[in-house]
């Protein structure tokens, strides 16, 4: 398996029971090691263009750089590898401006974004809006992201609960987004990786239908077959009301092979 690391990948999108068609798109690649999930907004079709564009453009980028970063087999430092997801969004957030730009129908389009690159016993996760990323590991399942919301600075400040904040009219105004501004604030973290850990990547239509204890009941009852898993998340957000589109991306470390370093590797890799 290429960059040293076994994933066993599923997903699924979904329009849900009330909008008329599907503004997210989703873009896997167990072989290279990542993952894609925008989710779009705009009138008419802009949100549907805005997604595909930023899943396209940051799908191509990988592929295009990955094999150029590792084709010497080495481990690449951290910087190296968040520089690459960074650019990938970047990239994607130039070219939904350019075709708003040159289509006026496309004027205010823009979308979600989150991303995971395996690499070894490494997750590069980087994301923009309220698009999600959580954890399975021993049981326990956990959001690894924070959304880019009003909703979540209201409960940062203190001026809402948690609680509070599930029945709160304002759930789905996002602070950032891909393609509405020329730079893009790209929120970059790492995260170390076990084999059995499973990654759940999802659009803010299964989150808002599914309590957390919902999916981690679901995600624990069929972990061990992802694509039940994910159907069944799909299933019981529609039957909660399928208010927005619904994706998912379920990714499960199957093996990590972490190849040992020199001394001059590992100095190499501090001065990178």
């Known amino acids: 398996m290429a960059y040293h690391v076994s994933l066993e990948c599923v997903a699924k999108t979904d329009t849900g029971m009330v909008r008329s068609h599907n503004e997210d798109f989703i873009a ?56 690459l997801v960074q650019q990938a969004v970047a990239r994607a957030n130039a070219s939904i401006i350019d075709a708003a730009e040159n289509e006026p129908q496309f004027h205010g389009m823009g979308t979600t974004v989150v991303v995971g690159l395996f690499q070894q016993d490494r997750l590069i996760l980087a994301h923009v809006g309220d698009s999600r990323a959580y954890r399975l590991r021993d049981g326990e399942l956990v959001q690894i992201t924070r959304d880019h919301s009003l909703l979540q600075e209201q409960i940062d400040a203190g001026l809402i609960t948690p609680e509070a904040a599930l029945l709160s009219p304002n759930r789905n105004l996002i602070t950032r987004a891909v393609g509405v501004d020329h730079e893009v604030d790209i929120e970059v973290h790492e995260h170390i990786t076990k084999p059995g850990d499973i990654y759940l990547l999802c659009s803010d239509g299964l989150s808002d239908m599914l309590s957390h204890e919902e999916i981690t009941a679901t995600l624990k009852d069929f972990g061990a077959d992802l694509e039940s898993a994910c159907g069944t998340l799909i299933q019981r957000a529609n039957m909660h009301g399928g208010k927005d589109n619904i994706s998912v991306i379920l990714a499960k470390v199957v093996a990590v092979d972490v190849k040992s370093e020199s001394l001059l590797d590992r100095v190499l890799k501090w001065v990178r």
């Open 28 to 83: 896997v690649s167990a072989e290279h090691g990542f993952v894609i999930l925008a989710d779009g907004m705009g009138g008419y079709s802009a949100g549907e263009v805005a997604s595909s564009i930023a899943a396209t453009v940051v799908q191509e980028t990988l592929e295009e750089r990955l094999p150029l970063q590792f084709k010497e087999g080495g481990r690449q430092s951290d910087r190296q590898l968040q520089q």
